[in-house]
């Protein structure tokens, strides 16, 4: 069973920029591709960005193209969200997911991935 834990949130100003980890553990070698979404108060969770693990192609939101930049350490079995040029945001949860078992397809919605963080919370004062 994979567990995932992330971690780097914090309150910020606009303008600022933040890492965010994912830590997994625990049958790693049957992720293919891990997740980040984010979840604003009284909104459902929403895709921010993803990393294929197979060739480590990222894919992002038009919102955060350019700013956002996923990445992964295979050797620390760790995924990064590094967010650049952070823009006013009441505080979100943050979460990434892993998608287990292949194929290494990246999905906007939150429903296929079957591993999820307790997320880390991020707010972005103005």
């Known amino acids: 069973q994979v567990q995932l834990v992330e971690s780097g949130g914090g309150l910020v100003q606009a303008g600022d920029s933040l890492r965010l980890s994912c830590a997994a553990s625990?049958?790693?070698?049957?992720?293919?591709?891990m997740a980040w979404f984010r979840r604003a108060p009284g909104k459902e969770r929403e895709f921010v960005a993803a990393i294929r693990y197979s060739n480590d192609q990222t894919y992002y939101d038009d919102s955060v193209k350019g700013r956002f930049t996923a990445s992964r350490d295979s050797a620390k079995n760790t995924v990064y969200l590094e967010m650049n040029k952070l823009r006013r945001m009441a505080a979100a949860t943050f979460y990434c997911?892993?998608?287990?078992?292949?194929?290494?397809?990246?999905?906007?919605?939150?429903?296929?991935?079957?591993?999820w963080g307790q997320g880390t919370q991020v707010t972005v004062a103005s």
């Open positions: 625990g049958g790693t070698s049957r992720i293919y591709t």
């Open positions: 997911a892993a998608l287990m078992g292949g194929p290494s397809t990246v999905y906007l919605l939150p429903s296929p991935y079957d591993c």
